[in-house]
């Protein structure tokens, strides 16, 4: 169902911080019996970027924040709304939008934190657009951080070395010119897949014991065969969905950023439907899998080196535990 709109809402500033520290696929050949050429040939990642220990997602959320208002020429106390997509907030409450709200000093700000795994960032834009679209809002940031390397057991080739640490932001604002700016979001959850990838422990059902800890339910789990089967099949078919629904060729899309899970996936989807090789965002060879920060931080990647200019269609698609997909139709406006 589409919300009526009163007002067109348009990114404006984008931003990215990721730890210094490099895990490389050699690094990981000395912790875990893994190997460059199958992580490279499975996945695509090169590297990723791993936090000191103790360093909590805030931290580079508020760096890429402050790096969002700053391209977007927005202060901190002209934010209305801040939301935090995250599966590794600084604590389970108070909420990360909190602590990072403070720390920029977006005294009139409200918001929260969104949990949809890997499809937080989108699900969250659609949060902070429709709260610009309504009138409720004038300026927001959305912030996906991430410290995956704080639940990961780097003794679990089949987990640890997929994902990274980092943050991406970007500033929506509301927009004078209709032409641009955010055109349609598609959403979808499904608990069927709620077995195939979880963190179980740390929560209600399984509070933090010295028996969940014994049993690693403190780290990520994952059955990657099936997640990535739904994977292809979910992104595929909500990519060519919202072209369908808007009238658009894959021809006419300047840039397609995926959640960058896995480079196979992400070729797959785009085969699919139909999009070249350079329509798509590829940033995962980097930093690995940063959950809610991969799209964020790629879209300020291809905007610092050129590619997008204000007009171009854009789509964003992601896919996560839940399961929760989605896919994002924009006119870039940065
Ligand atoms: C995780 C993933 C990369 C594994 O790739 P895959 O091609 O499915 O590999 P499989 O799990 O089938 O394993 C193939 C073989 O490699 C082995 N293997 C698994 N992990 C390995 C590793 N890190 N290094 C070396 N070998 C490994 C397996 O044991 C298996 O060996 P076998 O054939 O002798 O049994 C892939 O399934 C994936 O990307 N899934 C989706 C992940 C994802 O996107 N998650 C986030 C969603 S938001």
Known sequence: MTARKLYTAGITGTGMSFPDKVLSNADL???????????????????????????????????????????????????DFIVVPTVTPDMLFPSTSCIIQDALGCKNAWGYDLLAACSGFIFALQSACAQVESGAVKKALVIGTEVMSSILDFTDRDTCILFGDGAGAVVVERLDDDRVGLIDHIHHIDGEGAKFLYQRGGGSLHPATHETVDAKLHFVHQAGREVYKYAVKGMASITREILDKNGIQGSDVKLFVAHQANLRIIEHVARRVGLSEEQVAVTNHRFGNTTSATIPSALHIYQEQGTLEPGDLVVLCAFGAGFTWGATLLRWTA
């Open 29 to 79: 050949e000395k912790m875990v019996d893994t190997n460059d050429q199958w992580i490279t040939e499975r996945t695509g990642i090169k590297e990723r970027r791993i936090v000191e220990p103790g360093t909590p997602a805030s931290v580079h959320g508020i760096k890429a924040a402050r790096q969002a208002l700053a391209t977007a020429g927005v202060s901190p106390e002209e934010i």
